[in-house]
């Protein structure tokens, strides 16, 4: 099993460097806590954390997994529950939560970091507490005084935890055809009966109650997603004086058996009369839901970065001491019988991809982050506008482009091992089964495409595209006339000339058949993803140029981020010819053949 460090040398590097992240928190009255010193030791504190507790409950949890007693309880791994206790007792669920509710109230950003480390320390386990956090959101967005005050406090502290319910056995992203009743009770609350599937944390032994955040239908509601209302639905009741009661008709029918994150209690939980309160307005529930949603979304692309970071750490020691064969420029280990199998290209090309991949996406999620920060906090309705522009642009790019990229990186990992990364003991095949499901969960990478391509891009007219792809024009611009940056800055400029190209040749024949943007999606996606990468590598190259001109003692760390980002634009970028291609080849390529022409 690879034993977990926290990267945090790379944390500061992308933070504190590329990201300026002691401007970024002067900026607005909330980051005002967030010092140098305060950040340092808040991020360190943390590492050590996932490092020592929750990293060697990895392969307890996925052995273990949980378990559905014939008492109806579920009981998760050992020492998951100590474990969580221990994460409550440091106050880590209060960190950017707000003031008013037993928070911390720092910036979402710093979250998003521990976020990162306990993910890829322990990915099955960080599910529990960070699910709450997207109902902590919710709840704050659009509950009532009186429920912010009986959820939020007790949520906010770690006391319990939250859910989202929203999966049907008969429906998956397909929402608009659930079936779970929401029913008037003449005190004002609401009976709930249905069944919801895939709820991930949805019962567990860690906390004396859970808070599920729950879909269902109105009578008369109207059909589809304008019919669908949301609802705060606890598994206890509360007595008067708000401590928990008796269960409130809310049970775990079954635990399913997953490909991975055997860890977390995925559930299918029945409602049956639940006593539940409606939150936000009625036939208003997708949209409230959505700040749920997109706080999952990306959380899960943390998923994809803590996969491509764990992987390569676990492959890089092995590939440092496993020895095989001779490299082919000359004997490299002269006291042993083989060389260490780092000094061939083919394994080279792989941890190379690894490393680019997770260093990239961490600078694309703290990017995001900061403009969570903006979101919430910045004094300006113009600048919070911006921000949220940004972040709803992102969203789908970090959430599918990083967990399908992430998840090649933990493959790219096992096969470093070769035979011996198909063998449980060394840990590397249950990051791939853990990160595929990264892939499906909180909208597949297919649902994201057209989320990215339809609703933020052609909906908008080009908008959000042309926010992101201006930073990139002005970064390119101002680099123009540097020799060392020739490298990075041509093919970027070429790129994003070409991605507004693309972007309109689609909506052109969008206009035509509708069906040419579910096919060039996708591929738009990906190229989507790989351009932005660049952007990011290609700002960490200037930077690292500039350090080791001014002289740096570090001079190891800032070559290996030059090579990386040459590494990603020679190697990686180039990806992006055959997704281009793609994406305009037309709807025929993919709708021309007859439905009864695919047998077997």
Not at 225 to 250: C, E, W
Request: aromatic share 8%; hydrophobic share 40%.
């Amino acid at each position: 099993m690879p034993e977990y460090k926290a990267p945090l040398r790379e944390i500061s590097f992308v933070m504190k460097e590329l990201l300026e992240s002691e401007k970024h928190y002067a900026s607005f009255p909330a980051g005002a806590d967030a010092t140098p010193d305060m950040v340092d030791m808040l991020i360190a504190e943390g590492g050590k954390f996932c490092e020592e507790v929750i990293a060697p409950l990895n392969k307890v949890g996925d052995e273990e997994g949980c378990t559905l007693g014939a008492d109806g309880v579920v009981k998760t791994p050992t020492g998951f529950k100590e474990a969580y206790q221990q994460f409550v007792e440091g106050g880590w669920p209060t960190l950017s939560a707000d003031v008013n509710y037993g928070g911390q109230g720092l910036p979402e950003s710093l979250n998003i970091v521990m976020s990162e480390m306990v993910g890829t320390a322990n990915w099955s386990w960080g599910m529990y507490p960070g699910l709450s956090h997207g109902a902590v959101n919710t709840i704050h967005e659009y509950g009532t005084p009186e429920q912010k005050e009986t959820y939020l406090t007790k949520l906010v502290s770690g006391e319990w935890t939250g859910t989202m319910c929203l999966t049907e056995p008969h429906c998956g992203s397909d929402l608009g055809t659930l079936r779970t009743k929401a029913e008037p009770n003449a005190d004002g609350s609401y009976s709930i009966t249905g069944t919801k599937i895939f709820i991930s944390a949805g019962d567990h032994d860690m906390v004396d109650n859970i808070v599920h955040i729950v879909l269902a239908r109105l009578p008369d509601a109207p059909q589809g997603t304008k019919g669908i209302s949301l609802f705060i639905v606890p598994r206890n009741s509360l007595n008067d004086d708000g401590s928990v009661g008796a269960n409130n008709s809310v049970s775990c029918g079954s635990l399913e058996h997953k490909m991975g994150i055997h860890g977390n209690s995925t559930c299918v939980m029945n409602f049956d009369g639940a006593k539940g309160w409606l939150i936000g307005p009625e036939n208003k529930g997708l949209n409230c839901m959505f700040t749920f949603m997109n706080t999952a979304r990306i959380g899960t692309a943390l998923q994809g970065l803590g996969a491509a970071e764990g992987s390569f750490q676990g492959s890089l020691v092995y590939a440092k001491d496993r020895l095989a064969m001779r490299s082919l420029t000359g004997v490299k280990n002269p006291d042993g019988p083989a060389d260490p199998i780092i000094v061939h290209p083919d394994v080279r090309r792989m941890l190379l991809t690894q490393k680019a991949i997770a260093e990239g996406a961490r600078a694309m999620c703290y990017f995001a982050a900061q403009h969570a920060d903006l979101v919430h906090h910045a004094e300006s309705e113009e600048q919070r506008k911006t921000s949220d522009d940004m972040l709803g642009f992102l969203t789908p790019i970090l959430k599918a482009f990083i967990t399908e990229v992430g998840y090649e990186a933990a493959n790219h990992g096992m096969q470093v091992f070769g035979g011996h990364g198909f063998i449980s003991e060394w840990g590397m095949e249950q990051i791939v089964r853990d990160t595929r499901i990264a892939l499906m969960y909180e909208g597949t990478t297919g649902i994201q495409a057209l989320d990215l391509l339809g609703r933020k891009v052609l909906m908008t007219q080009g908008a959000s595209l042309k926010q992101f792809t201006k930073l990139v024009h002005v970064f390119c611009k101002e680099n123009e006339g540097n020799e060392e940056m020739k490298q990075f800055v041509e093919p970027l400029l070429e790129l994003n000339k070409e991605w507004g190209d693309l972007t309109m040749k689609i909506g052109m024949a969008a206009m035509k058949d509708r069906d040419e943007v579910g096919s060039a999606s996708v591929d738009y996606l990906m190229y989507s993803g790989y351009v932005s990468m660049a952007y990011f590598w290609a700002r960490m190259a200037l930077l690292a140029q500039q350090k080791l001109a001014a002289g740096t003692t570090e001079t190891g760390f800032y070559t290996a981020k030059v090579q990386t980002a040459q590494f990603y634009f020679k190697r990686i970028l180039p990806r992006t010819k055959a997704h281009a291609a793609m994406m305009v080849a037309g709807s025929d390529s993919v709708m021309a053949m007859d439905e009864a022409n695919f047998i077997f």
